[in-house]
């Protein structure tokens, strides 16, 4: 069963620590897309690749905020410094274009 | 820019009984799907329907059916014989087909907290 895959599920760290997050999107998927979620902004779209190549990442803090996608079978979400601010669950997803976009299980991260 | 609206925050239902979960939004396009997304309390997204903006027909998958008003720009989302496993926040969201591509990508509304009572 195809799935996007997300480590780590689950990361606790100190302020001013970096933070990396990875993602296997479905094999033959050629867009991924990374989201946040918090409780006062819901979901929101931080960055997509297709077929490799940044499209968007307006949405992504561009001082501590850094993703991009070494090879087809990986994507790489990078904080630095995380501040408090930044705990939230990340999404990633993955999908190939004009059709339904299917999500990992997400990256719950807490800054302390 | 596209925008989706779920005009309630949080509904609650009887177990075995019929709720309807609210969406609108807003697009210039004229080529688009909606959808509807799960969300338990694990924080999974589980895609639960998907609407072709070109469809008249709405879609229906089990226990799941929507009623899409293209014109009226409104796509709800009803849930017959209500489960406790139904429990979950749900959200709408809307995906752009343009020629070029650039607008594929989901566009959230706030969601909606259902509660199944036994």
């Known amino acids: 069963d195809a799935r996007v895959t997300q480590t780590p599920r689950h990361k606790v760290t100190e302020m001013g620590q970096e933070v990396t997050m990875r993602c296997q999107p479905i094999l033959g998927h050629n867009t991924v897309f990374w989201y946040r979620q918090t409780m006062m902004q819901g979901l929101e779209l931080l960055a997509y690749?297709?077929?490799?190549?940044?499209?968007?990442d307006s949405g992504m803090p561009k001082d501590r905020f850094s993703a991009e996608m070494p090879d087809a079978t990986l994507a790489t979400l990078k904080i630095q410094p995380s501040e408090p601010r930044d705990s939230a669950v990340y999404f990633c997803?993955?999908?190939?274009?004009?059709?339904?976009?299917?999500f990992g299980e997400g990256s719950w991260l807490t800054v302390v | 820019a596209q925008t989706v609206t779920q005009s309630q925050p949080e509904m609650s239902v009887q177990e075995a009984e019929t709720v309807t979960l609210s969406c609108t939004y807003d697009t210039s396009e004229n080529n688009y799907y909606l959808f509807w997304y799960k969300q338990p309390p694990s924080r999974q997204m589980i895609l639960v329907i998907r609407q072709e903006a070109y469809k008249q027909q709405n879609a229906t998958e089990n226990r799941f059916s929507v009623n899409f008003q293209k014109a009226a720009k409104s796509f709800s989302l009803k849930i017959s014989d209500s489960q406790l496993g139904d429990t979950a926040m749900y959200f709408c969201a809307f995906m752009g087909l343009n020629s070029g591509g650039s607008n594929y990508k989901l566009t959230f509304g706030k969601g909606t907290l259902l509660t199944v009572n036994p």
């Open positions: 690749f297709r077929n490799r190549a940044p499209l968007d």
């Open positions: 997803a993955s999908g190939i274009e004009g059709n339904t976009i299917y």
